[in-house]
């Protein structure tokens, strides 16, 4: 920065030509988010918002909908001056669900916001000092709030009034400007305003003067000096203390200020707040895990929003957001005591993801981008249905036990699925019952298996002598890891019998996916299924059309591709797949085919890559009909594979092997195994 582009009146004037910004944390926080692209989404049959800032980078926030929502809400209110701006919000739930991973998120790209210069926030520089009074050696003094320099620009008179004539003349705001710049106002800090003082004292009040004691500065956004994004981690009852907040009275400096009433001698730098108060975010992790006199210090900066030290006062600009995990919330309310503290606090409840697709992709984060390897640094191979595995089987532990819902279709729901005849409607119903339970933990989605016990249990995969041996992570042996991790960590009996069930049920679908693998497998076509699938549905749909001849082709065009194509009606094949789905009567059958012509309605001209094949049911009935006519049934598929004593068998066995080799992503260990487990009558339902 060149010397002039340093002065106070430069600031100014660039900030009344828009190239730099005057605004508190909320405002910047609100602004940051609302200038990204905003969508409508519907979680749980209720509609609301998705902000696009938070799904950008690679490793980006997964599902949060509400949680995401709530805090916007929160900031934008405090932007706009209401009741938030005077509360913390607090982020609860269990451990492992994503709490800190957001808040260092929203860290992460505030930062970046910042370093756009429209953005960038700017402090000041008191310069030669030792011509002002007593400061000993010390020649520069920066904000120790990280100050605005418009704070300042309000204060250089002690009349409001002539600073406002200031801002008028020698800047030329107008007076509709100066009342929004004065929406901001607060008083300089105490040592600020102190030196200011010395200076005007010096200089006999002439403001050209004044100003040459003044530089103006960036404000350094580097993550590892806490400034502008600062996190606080609850220590031990010992080591912490207030100091570690607000700061204290600095030896170094006494040594060379003479003055006992300059309030200069406190270093607050070597507190948290003071190095995020010029419109930073203050991340307080496991806010309630503090002891008490440093909660009830927290309480006096969220109310007052200024530092006090000996009746001292900094004001701050800080957006305050801490997270605590549910039992050392319960245990913090339990002492009456502390309510006002959390009458302070936005709480947020946080539950856990319990929509499986996004679920694959947490599962990818704990799996890794990285080539995992094996102990002899041979590089290890996934199998392809891993992630599908672990997602299920955290995900339906996460889902609680509902009389309207089976585990299944309360998935299938929460995930945006078809699950039968059952409506999103139903899974709204049991969400909101759910969450009039005063106890927390019992709502829906707080508790089960969270991502750090799903990352214990693929380390248990990775070290198993069979996954090194095979060199392969097989996903069946997922469960078995899962079931040692619910053995070790659980601790509640009652959780410990509902996770061992739901990992029964997710063994379940996954023999249901298997089934159809080995199908894609047999037919040598990765899509095998999902094309005879959607000729049902076709099916269904032409059976009754106008223009279908005598020889039962139907004419149709296909919503993926537009071309028209043509479709031999076969009613033997409609037949046996509708009775594989147990519907005997007419009137079953009818009802079945209206509900998937109305799906096909709903959601075709909404994706028209929809396939069906999250009807588990229908897939599960193709399959099963598919096997019966190609090969006599899964069961002699299953003793051609596991009895390969003659020709034949070893070479549908070898062209299987070859075709899920090649076109399927399997390695030859998980090829084989699954095969094995295909051959087993394990799991079957």
Not at 388 to 401: C, D, E, F, K, M
Not at 521 to 531: F, G, L, W
Not at 573 to 586: D, F, M, T
Request: hydrophobic fraction near 35%.
């Amino acid at each position: 920065m060149s010397d002039h582009s340093k002065t106070l009146a430069h600031h100014l004037t660039e900030l009344k030509q828009g190239k730099r910004c005057f605004e508190n944390a909320f405002q910047s926080v609100s602004r940051m988010v609302l200038e990204s692209k905003i969508e409508k989404v519907v979680v749980n049959g209720k509609t609301t918002y998705d902000f696009s800032i938070f799904r950008e980078g690679s490793k980006h926030v997964i599902g949060m909908y509400d949680e995401i929502n709530s805090f916007v809400s929160y900031v934008k209110d405090a932007a706009e001056g209401g009741s938030s701006k005077e509360m913390a919000f607090v982020l609860v739930g269990e451990p492992g669900n994503g709490k800190t991973f957001l808040v260092e998120f929203l860290a992460a790209k505030y930062r970046a916001f910042l370093s756009n210069d429209k953005n960038r926030k700017y402090t000041f520089k008191y310069l030669n000092l030792e011509k002002v009074g007593d400061y000993g050696k010390i020649k520069t003094i920066e904000s120790q709030t990280y100050e605005d320099p418009m704070i300042l620009a309000m204060s250089l008179f002690e009349n409001p009034d002539q600073n406002k004539a200031f801002l008028a003349k020698q800047i030329g705001f107008s007076d509709k400007e100066i009342d929004t710049l004065y929406e901001n106002y607060r008083p300089l800090g105490a040592c600020s305003s102190y030196i200011l003082n010395d200076i005007r004292n010096f200089t006999d009040g002439d403001i050209d003067e004044m100003l040459k004691f003044i530089e103006i500065t960036p404000v350094p956004l580097t993550e590892s000096l806490g400034t502008v994004t600062g996190k606080y981690p609850a220590k031990d009852k010992i080591t912490s203390s207030s100091v570690d907040l607000l700061g204290e009275e600095s030896i170094q400096r006494l040594l060379h200020i003479t003055d006992t009433n300059n309030p200069y001698r406190f270093d607050l730098r070597r507190g948290a707040l003071a190095r995020v108060a010029g419109g930073g975010i203050h991340f307080s992790d496991e806010i309630y895990k503090n002891k008490k006199d440093l909660v009830q210090v927290y309480l006096g900066v969220i109310q007052n929003r200024s530092i006090e030290i000996d009746g001292y006062k900094w004001p701050i600009d800080t957006l305050i957001v801490a997270t605590s995990n549910n039992s050392e919330f319960h245990r913090f309310l339990s002492e009456k005591e502390e309510a006002p503290i959390v009458d302070r606090c936005r709480v947020c409840y946080v539950s856990h993801n319990t929509n499986y697709k996004l679920q694959t992709y947490l599962t990818g984060y704990t799996i890794g981008s990285e080539t995992r390897t094996t102990l002899t640094k041979e590089d290890l191979h996934q199998d392809p249905n891993l992630n599908y595995a672990a997602s299920i089987a955290v995900v339906l532990s996460r889902l609680p036990r509902s009389e309207k819902l089976t585990p299944v279709e309360t998935m299938k729901l929460a995930a945006g699925e078809v699950a039968g005849e059952k409506s999103i409607k139903t899974l709204a119903e049991v969400i909101d019952t759910l969450n009039q339970d005063p106890d927390i933990i019992n709502r829906f989605g707080q508790k089960g298996l969270g991502q750090r016990n799903l990352g214990r249990a693929i380390q248990l995969l990775i070290e198993s002598s069979e996954t090194n041996e095979g060199e392969c992570m097989f996903a069946y042996d997922i469960f078995k890891a899962l079931d040692r991790i619910i053995l070790d960590y659980v601790t509640e009996a009652n959780d410990r019998t509902k996770y061992l069930e739901d990992l029964k049920t997710a063994k379940g679908l996954y023999r249901e996916r298997i089934m159809t693998e080995m199908f894609n497998a047999y037919m040598d076509e990765p899509y095998a299924i999902r094309k005879d699938v959607m000729n049902y549905v076709n099916m269904i749909i032409g059976i009754d059309a106008e223009n279908l001849g005598p020889d039962k082709m139907w004419k149709y065009k296909d919503p993926q591709t537009s071309e028209l194509k043509a479709l031999k009606i076969d009613e033997r094949y409609i037949n046996s797949v509708e009775e594989r789905l147990g519907l005997k009567s007419e009137e079953q059958r009818e009802s079945f085919r209206t509900s998937i012509r109305k799906i096909y309605g709903q959601k075709i001209s909404v994706d028209p890559d929809y396939d069906f094949m999250d009807n588990l049911e229908l897939v599960k009935a193709v399959t099963d009909v598919r096997l019966k006519s190609d090969i006599a049934g899964a069961g002699s598929l299953i003793g051609a594979l596991a009895n390969r004593t003659n020709e034949e068998n070893q070479k549908l066995y070898d062209r299987m092997i070859s075709t899920m080799l090649e076109k399927l992503g399997y390695c030859k260990t998980c090829a084989q195994k699954t095969i094995e487990y295909f051959c087993t009558q394990e799991d079957e339902k």
